[in-house]
């Protein structure tokens, strides 16, 4: 195999208004092997790519591909180059075949002057070479995210990639599937192809990659040989600082349950039941993970629990109130009012309003609490007053209470919610995706903050779509599979294990959900 790297880019700058984007950035990617790229939120891991793949041009730089200079001006461009995409989310016409989709916008190929047949050939030909086996006529539509992201995959290798860039491949992958992505991504090695992996997961980083580079604030600070380095160094090469990966948490002292959740069977808008008949509760002093794929009715659970979405029938028992949530009129303020805090999955849609400042937010929801109120007029000096407090406690960056929630990085954003949301000191906390998007220094600090409100006796019910967050946080571990609860574990639980409940596989250990459930 030759020596000149398969991709090269020298100084390559972008920005965009005042954030400089990109500094400086230099990168060899060898021919034939698997390059990570990791770094924080905002550390342009994501503006790097898209430079390479042509959806930006960079300000100033030079990009070689297979040792010759070019200029990558689209990702039309990019893909003639033999540099091919898989975006966290796909780019895939639910409707449309398999075979459909790999061929669409490449129909002047050479390969499809033969007829479709001749396209599906060559399709049967890369799915055998690369592992990567899915039924050319099935609808994506009908597929599991696992082999609608293999579609991806075989998009890019029909149009020839030799160099193939995955953004965040496994967000969307159970334990088994992600697996078998990183066996895939061998294979593709194997035969020479060079791929870019970004993702903010070290142990897939160590596990996947022969290299890997890490950015922080727009640089690149680091490339080691995987093989030369530990989650350790590559935690703090992103961070600027040491970083603690694990949850460091005492065994929990469980008291009476604060929450029961009897029957709970919820329809969405289409008539479609997305949680099915769940029953589970929460104690006091202790934490309730739900892990399951995105999508199968742990959003509604929550959701529904917030106040936010009605049930269809079931009762939930708070703090000793028995509510029949399939004729409650009562919404998330009355929830609220009932000590139940909820730290929303989406913290745009739902958290904050970004336009409004970080004082606003602080009090969003609890506004007319007597500490914020007089009559009809706000008490802004009390609202700001609480909003500089929370600032502190929770280390909110940059610490201006004034300044718009917009202009707050992701992390510090979620910091406001949870300050918001725990400082009401509620008895039970509903917590959805608590780290979705966050650097790995506030990752340590939220789950810091969890734990410690676990230990001052409140019942918390965590969803999380990861599957490590759930695991070191959960004393126990309910997962979600089609709208049902298919199983229930200890904290300590395998991810093996749990990664088969994810997938649907029948849990024969009957007894927690019959009767720890309860």
Do not use: W
Not at 233 to 257: F, H, I, T, Y
Not at 426 to 443: F, H, K, N, S
């Amino acid at each position: 195999m030759s020596d000149t790297p398969a991709i090269e880019l020298r100084k390559i700058n972008k920005r965009f208004g005042p954030v400089h984007a990109n500094k400086d950035i230099d990168l060899v990617v060898k021919k034939g092997s698997i390059h990570g790229i990791i770094g924080e939120n905002g550390a342009g891991k994501s503006t790097l790519m898209s430079i390479l793949y042509g959806f930006y041009q960079a300000d100033d730089g030079d990009i070689l591909v297979d040792g010759k200079k070019v200029t990558i001006s689209d990702s039309k461009t990019a893909i003639g180059m033999g540099i091919g995409m898989v975006h966290q989310h796909f780019m895939l016409v639910d409707n449309f075949s398999v075979l459909e989709n790999v061929v669409l916008g490449a129909e002047d190929s050479a390969l499809l002057s033969g007829g479709i047949n001749r396209a599906k050939t060559e399709l049967k030909r890369l799915e055998e070479e690369y592992e990567l086996r899915v039924d050319p006529d099935a609808l994506i539509q009908d597929l599991p995210v696992g082999l609608q992201q293999r579609v991806e995959i075989l998009k890019a290798l029909y149009r020839s990639a030799e160099v193939l860039i995955l953004d965040e491949p496994t967000g969307v992958l159970t334990p088994a599937e992600a697996d078998h992505l990183f066996k895939i991504l061998e294979v593709l090695k194997n035969e020479g192809k060079t791929v870019l992996l970004i993702t903010h997961k070290l142990r897939e980083i160590m596990a996947a990659t022969d290299t890997v580079s890490v950015m922080r604030r727009g640089e690149m600070v680091a490339t080691r040989e995987t093989a030369n380095t530990s989650m350790e160094e590559l935690a703090e090469l992103m961070v600027g600082r040491s970083v603690l990966l694990r949850v460091d948490k005492k065994p929990a002292q469980p008291k009476a349950p604060v929450m029961e959740v009897e029957n709970l069977t919820v329809t969405d808008s289409r008539g479609v039941q997305v949680v099915k008949d769940v029953s589970f509760n929460v104690r006091a002093g202790e934490i309730v993970g739900i892990a399951g794929v995105s999508g199968n009715g742990q959003s509604e659970l929550l959701e529904t629990l917030a106040g936010i979405r009605r049930a269809t029938r079931g009762t939930l028992k708070i703090n000793g109130e028995t509510i029949d949530l399939g004729t409650s009129t009562l919404d998330a303020a009355d929830m609220r009012a009932k000590n139940m805090g909820h730290v929303p999955e989406d913290r745009h849609r739902m958290g904050l309003i970004n336009s409004f400042s970080e004082y606003e937010n602080s009090i969003l929801g609890y506004h007319r609490d007597p500490a914020y109120s007089r009559g009809l007029l706000m008490d802004l000096a009390a609202i700001k007053k609480n909003a500089v407090a929370e600032i502190e406690k929770y280390d909110i960056r940059p610490p201006n209470p004034m300044l718009k929630t917009a202009n707050f990085s992701g992390g510090n954003q979620q910091k406001i919610v949870l300050a918001r949301e725990i400082e009401r000191d509620p008895e039970v906390l509903l917590v959805g995706q608590p780290t979705r998007g966050v650097d790995i220094g506030a990752i340590e600090f939220i789950h810091r903050r969890i734990v410690e409100m676990r230990d001052a006796g409140k019942g918390i019910l965590l969803v999380s779509v990861e599957l490590d967050e759930i695991r070191a946080l959960s004393d126990r571990v309910l997962v979600m599979f089609d709208g049902k609860i298919v199983g229930e574990r200890g904290g300590d639980a395998e991810e093996g294990e749990l990664g088969l409940l994810m997938a649907g596989v029948e849990d024969n250990n009957k007894m927690a959900v019959e009767g720890g459930a309860r």
